[in-house]
């Protein structure tokens, strides 16, 4: 089980735009197992150190993405690149296709005509159940479940 804290031990570990200063910076959920998890895979595919994280939880966050709502980054990863553009969720990974090396592969994939409404469609469907998937048979993830699952049924039921 992955507590906040070892959520944010594992974000610590990970460049942040302080430390690359002229990175693109990918914005995540750093109270996400499946978001933390991709993350890290991003930060293992970026061998020519082009990227820097952070999490949508960091204050700082709003020096990156000032326009930005938590809201809107609660649903989808988010790219600023270094031309000061924003990406997000599916064509966040479109992007990233053309700017880490060993994404090239996948490259001609994510840019076949009439491909990205059905990226954009998988994606959401993902984000919206990462909890669900990233999480154990009862373990509590916290206010996220509530954010994404409403309230436990015991919780109602006490209402």
């Known amino acids: 089980?992955?507590?906040?804290?070892?959520?944010?031990k594992t974000s610590q570990r990970l460049p942040d735009p302080a430390a690359r200063p002229d990175t693109d910076v990918v914005i995540y959920d750093g109270h996400c197992r499946i978001c933390t998890g991709g993350v890290k895979i991003l930060y293992w595919l970026d061998v020519q150190k082009r990227l820097s994280f952070l999490s949508l939880h960091d204050a700082r966050v709003a020096?990156?993405?000032?326009?930005?709502?938590f809201?809107?980054?609660?649903e989808?990863?988010?790219?600023?690149?270094?031309?000061?553009r924003q990406h997000s969720g599916a064509e966040a990974f479109r992007y990233l296709t053309r700017r880490l090396v060993l994404?090239?592969?996948?490259?001609?994939?994510?840019?076949?005509?009439?491909?990205?409404?059905?990226g954009k469609w998988m994606y959401r469907k993902v984000a919206a159940a990462r909890y669900r998937?990233?999480?154990?048979?009862?373990?509590?993830?916290?206010d996220a479940c509530q954010i994404h699952f409403g309230p436990k049924p015991d919780q109602q039921n006490s209402k």
């Open 1 to 8: 089980m992955v507590t906040q804290t070892e959520s944010r």
């Open 63 to 69: 020096d990156v993405a000032p326009n930005l709502t």
């Open 71 to 74: 809201d809107q980054m609660m």
């Open 76 to 84: 989808e990863m988010w790219v600023a690149d270094i031309r000061g």
């Open 103 to 118: 994404l090239w592969p996948v490259m001609p994939l994510m840019h076949i005509p009439g491909s990205l409404p059905v």
């Open 133 to 142: 998937f990233g999480k154990h048979t009862g373990e509590d993830c916290g």
